[in-house]
């Protein structure tokens, strides 16, 4: 143990911009407590094994699995510097073909997950007067389209939270910092990371054509490095002032830049509307 070191907690390790990120940060020295669903698969995934590298199974829907977790890296490194809720999965489909039990299982881990493990970290940030939280969310925490209104949905709402958070905690010298990637060129479309409604409504044809893209198409040509990503998240974790937000990937800048369009078109065309509802 070495609590001069800087101490990185990241979820969803054993695969995508989790796995990278915990790579680059052993590979400078960072201390890493990297949680996965199956032990086994993260140990297998990272390939160290020091003191530096602390793997644990975690169910991030389990508030005292949670717990243990945080309570078991404290333990080990002494301190939480930086915090990565990685961990998260997608779901293409209509809102109509989406079932409720669907629905949840995105909600669980993309949302509750993420509190879960922010509210256990945040006491023992506040107690030390520093820390760093990295919540990932997507440009497609921004935008929707048609297919996507669960998965955004979850994003939409980390966004949120991440915004508030970012004012509540900024008396305690912590920050908070949205990552919002474009499409990355990891494995998370055939990993298993990503589903599809069970019961799919064929009706919805351009919903049916989105799901077969992105299981046949998009993968691999994915504009996003994971690797570079990385790094972008290690730089902004030296800065004395880091943004709430961040769009990575010009693909992300587009749609970010097209959402924008929107919403002051919108804004601009509906203005006397607006106006009307005032006493």
Not at 171 to 191: A, C, D, M, Q
Request: proline share 4%; net charge negative.
């Amino acid at each position: 143990m070495n609590n001069q070191r800087k101490t990185w907690f990241i979820t969803g390790s054993s695969q995508g911009i989790g796995l990278v990120l915990t790579k680059q940060l052993l590979s400078e020295r960072y201390n890493v407590a990297a949680t996965a669903r199956n032990m086994e698969t993260l140990k297998n995934a990272v390939g160290v094994s020091s003191s530096q590298f602390l793997p644990l199974q975690v169910d991030l829907v389990n508030e005292n699995d949670v717990a243990s977790a945080i309570n078991s890296a404290i333990e080990h490194f002494g301190t939480i510097d930086y915090l990565v809720n990685n961990a998260g999965f997608g779901l293409i489909g209509g809102v109509e073909e989406s079932s409720n039990k669907e629905v949840h299982e995105s909600f669980d881990v993309n949302v509750f997950g993420l509190l879960n493990v922010t509210r256990a970290v945040l006491p023992h940030m506040r107690a030390a007067r520093l820390g760093h939280i990295f919540n990932l969310s997507s440009v497609f925490g921004l935008i929707a389209g048609a297919g996507w209104g669960i998965y955004c949905g979850t994003k939409f709402a980390v966004e949120g939270i991440s915004e508030a958070l970012a004012h509540e905690v900024k008396p305690f010298g912590i920050n908070v910092t949205i990552i919002e990637p474009g499409y990355v060129r990891t494995n998370f479309l055939s990993s298993g990371s990503i589903a599809v409604p069970e019961n799919p409504i064929e009706a919805y044809t351009a919903i049916q054509e989105e799901k077969r893209k992105h299981k046949e198409d998009v993968p691999g040509n994915q504009i996003g490095d994971p690797q570079k990503i990385a790094e972008a998240i290690i730089i902004l974790s030296k800065s004395s002032e880091p943004p709430v937000r961040i769009l990575l990937g010009s693909d992300a800048l587009q749609f970010a830049n097209y959402k924008i369009q929107l919403l002051q078109e919108g804004i601009k065309a509906n203005k006397e509307i607006t106006l009307s509802t005032d006493f």
